[in-house]
């Protein structure tokens, strides 16, 4: 080490490419990123910039072959590392050089370059594979949709695992090219901007591009066969919706929800602030599952939410989702009302905007729903634990913390904090602790007992001061929800399927 010093640069360059770093100072990555809800997520030791996915698709078996290329940057000198991916693998590349792999558990790819890779230069892993998502059960369950015309990946809090390699959790965000072929007839929806679509000797492919920071779980993909509809925002931003020619009974309730994207993306804008992507959309697959979720760009939602007719609330909510979520993500999955209560308060706003009830109306309707031993308030919003991640309380409970910080501050600076949080995250992780620091300085007032009664307490807390009269008044008289409050249920009767 020390003759490194004396040696000119020149030299001293030359020598230091030349050694690679040792064995006995690199080390392998973690196996997981570090999130105590589920630890084996992510990786420890590097960071994805960019994937390039390259991928062909049979829908007739299920076939998904292609090669994933992974820009990364060891954070540390690495050893080896781990990929999350569930297919099976036939090749390796790191920087080019073919590199061992093995497969450790369900969802954990090892690899090891041919020699350790150096802290902060960036090198290409290409990983080859070839496999049927439908085959994966990971846990009992899977994130991948298997439909009479093809299949969809959409899930959280992961669903990479079954379609391609990636360091799997919110905090390594990246952009993403993804290039499917599928037999003519059929096409492949993805996020952003459809770039070009070609077709050759049967095989059509579609070229995605989503060039702002994407979480893994965000990144969506529908084969099958879709009616699909165009259009751009004022702003000029492209839209693209997907419908499944096979939605039966609900094709036009679909239709005339989701064809409401661009309407509710402008009100959005409204209160959130600018669109943070480039590109619109939802699409509506065949599948038989019951949600939504907001895969960036292109929330994919399930035919089921539509047997009741239109509901556009559901699309607010996937929409506020660009905003609370996708550009502003967690920064643990503990986070999630950073997500939740916000896409949920958000249809409370559309509510009160459509003449269908206040926001208020509807936070003492949810308080009176549930008396003080139901077991709704013993969930902490701010800490739901996994097993309760995606519980009601997580969004009820949680836009009613929202609704007693609006009557705590008052509208101008609520509005303030709805519009300036987003711009001031955009595109990074935060925690729900980062919230109340920013709701504090926007507004110079105190409010961590505020957030401590409404995302902590595991017991009802006592009605606020600004809705005790109305909450009295909701118990002497017949309790009647809402117009909005059916629509708005309809959003979460599906949300029961963590992990
Ligand atoms: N985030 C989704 C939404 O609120 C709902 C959701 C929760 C979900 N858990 C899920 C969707 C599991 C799919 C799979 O819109
Ligand atoms: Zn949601």
Redesign the pocket.
Known sequence: MHRRLIVPSALAATLLLAIPASAATSSPGAPGIGDPYYPASGNGGYDVSHYDLRLTYQPATDLLQGTATLLTTPQQPLSRFNLDFGLPVSEVRVGGRKADFAKEGDQELVITPAAPLEKGRPVAVVVRYAGKPSELSIGGWTAWHRTPDGGVA???PDSAVWWFPSNDHPLDKATYDISVAVPDGTQAISNGVLQSQSSRLGWTRFNWRSNRPQASYLATLAVGKFDITTDRTADGLPILNAYSKDLGDNAGAARASVERTGEVAEWLTGIFGPYPFNALGGYVPNVKSG????TQTRPFYSPRQFANGANVSLVV??LA?QWY?DSVSVDGWKDIWV??GF?RYGQWLWSEKEGEGTAQELADWVYAQHPADDAFWTVKPGDPGPDKQ?DLAVYDRGALALQALRNEIGDEDFFAILKGWPTEYAYKNAKVGDFVAFAERVSGKPLAALFDTWLYEPSKPAAPAAANARAARSESVAPQPPASWKKIAA??S??D??H
């Open positions: 959409a899930q959280e949600y939504a979720l907001e909510h996937e989702h979520g997500n939740e896409a995606f959003t979460n599906v949300h399927h963590g």
